[in-house]
């Protein structure tokens, strides 16, 4: 039979003799637990595992440390300012928990006076990075891009009016030139547009509040802002693209060399008329918005995926630590927050030079230069037009590739005429 159901022999008692006493022990043990589960008590309202608390005669039944909100304000307003406390786990940006000040505050006024108070106790460097950071935003940084981009608008509407479009001074040949294949206007178009749109919905971001809210009210803005926001992050990888098409195609037309410097000197045979300094693909100034529009992009590419992926992609602690070894004393012992801050200024300010500079560019492509736009636009230009700007190039494709001009009459599409 069945020794479990039958009666139970010497071992198997002491064994169930064991059981029995384990369980009784077991039971014993919860019960200061379910009188706890019972009454919960102010210190723990949930109380579950946690021992019966005994009323102090110190604190008379309040929380030993004030965390009802006396003796610790100091803490909480600590927290609320982004103070960073100890951690040991890999996460780093967990040391800091409360992250965005402003979007705490629940009014501009709010905002206003804690920045205020943050200026007052001037302690920026230490803790008040997230406000100093805001204020930077809608201080300095828009206010020197609004100068900078409308000072170039200025400029140029002043340069059309006083120095009028650049014209082909020997008139137009009826000759054309090859100058740019299919797929370096492929390129640039992709970079151009994308760069357009990036920019626009990029200051859509920045100037929103101040601009656009006020005329189109915030329902209309607030679609405005979301769907830019999300054009902003897909059309970034087609100007990557684009970026990558146009360094390749051109970078070696735009290697800097000493005639580069009798281009400048001579006002890059725009400012004076029947000036034509010599010059191969690129001019000195076409070489300067190359590798701008390169580096300017690569940067604003690393700091824009850093910002798309946060706390993923630390760049400036790396980036300092090798400057520093140059001679300069930048931070490196950065927070992950100050690093996103880092990235969201530096991706603002190098697109605001970018932009100013790329004004300048679309000037002179199109109304400021008679002819210029037939390059980017059907890839051809007029031969008279070639040999004014860009001579010692012309005298290369005739030595090496004469069957690149030919004698079609051309269809200019330079919108200056
Ligand atoms: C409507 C806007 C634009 C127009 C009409 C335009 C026009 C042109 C033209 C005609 C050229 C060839 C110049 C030549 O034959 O020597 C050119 C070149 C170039 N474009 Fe644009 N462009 C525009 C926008 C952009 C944008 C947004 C970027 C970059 C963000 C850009 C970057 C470049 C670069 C790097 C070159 C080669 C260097 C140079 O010629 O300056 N373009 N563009």
Request: proline fraction near 6%; glycine fraction near 10%; aromatic fraction near 8%.
């Amino acid at each position: 039979m069945n020794g479990f159901i039958g009666a139970p022999n010497g071992p198997e008692r002491m064994l169930r003799v064991r059981l029995l006493l384990s369980i009784a022990v077991a039971l014993v043990a919860m019960l200061p637990g379910l009188s706890f589960a019972q009454a919960p008590s102010a210190q723990h309202p949930h109380g579950a595992g946690r021992p019966t608390p005994v009323p102090s005669k110190i604190t008379e039944g309040q929380l030993p440390g004030g965390t009802l909100g006396k003796q610790s304000s100091e803490i909480w307003k600590k927290l609320r300012e982004g103070e960073r406390g100890a951690i040991n786990i890999p996460d780093e940006k967990a040391a800091q928990l409360i992250r965005g000040r402003a979007k705490r505050l629940n009014t501009e006024a709010d905002i206003r006076r804690a920045m205020e108070l943050r200026r007052q106790q001037s302690d920026a460097a230490d803790t008040g990075n997230i406000a100093s950071w805001v204020e930077y935003r809608k201080g300095p940084l828009a206010r020197y891009g609004a100068y900078g981009m409308l000072g170039m608008l200025a400029l140029l509407v002043v340069f059309y009016f006083v120095r009028g479009p650049v014209r082909i001074e020997h008139g137009k040949s009826g000759r054309v030139i090859d100058r740019f294949a299919t797929i370096e206007r492929v390129g640039h178009w992709l970079v151009a547009v994308s760069f357009i749109i990036l920019g626009l919905t990029g200051l859509a971001l920045l100037y929103g509040r101040s601009v656009l809210i006020p005329v189109l009210g915030k329902e209309a803005f607030a679609s405005i802002a979301m769907t830019g926001k999300l054009l902003h992050n897909y059309i970034a990888f087609s100007f990557m693209a684009g970026l990558a098409m146009i360094f390749v195609a051109w970078v070696k037309d735009n290697i800097p060399h000493p005639r580069d410097l009798e281009w400048v000197a001579k006002g890059g045979g725009v400012l004076l008329k029947s000036v034509h300094p010599p010059a191969k693909k690129f001019n000195a100034g076409q070489k300067v918005v190359f590798w701008v529009v390169i580096l300017g992009g690569i940067s604003m590419s690393l700091s824009g995926l850093a910002l798309m992926f946060p706390f993923e992609m630390p760049l400036f602690a790396k980036t300092f630590a090798a400057l520093n070894t140059i001679g300069f004393t930048l931070p490196t012992n950065l927070s992950p927050v100050e690093e996103m801050q880092y990235s969201s200024a530096w991706h603002a300010i190098v697109a605001l030079v970018l932009i100013c500079v790329i004004l300048a560019h679309i000037y002179i492509g199109s109304i400021g230069m008679e002819g210029a736009f037939d390059a980017m636009g059907s890839g051809k230009v007029d031969l008279n037009w070639a040999r004014e700007h860009h001579g010692l190039w012309v005298e290369e494709v005739e030595n090496k590739a004469p069957d690149k001009i030919d004698s079609r009459e051309m269809q200019s599409m330079h919108p200056a005429e």
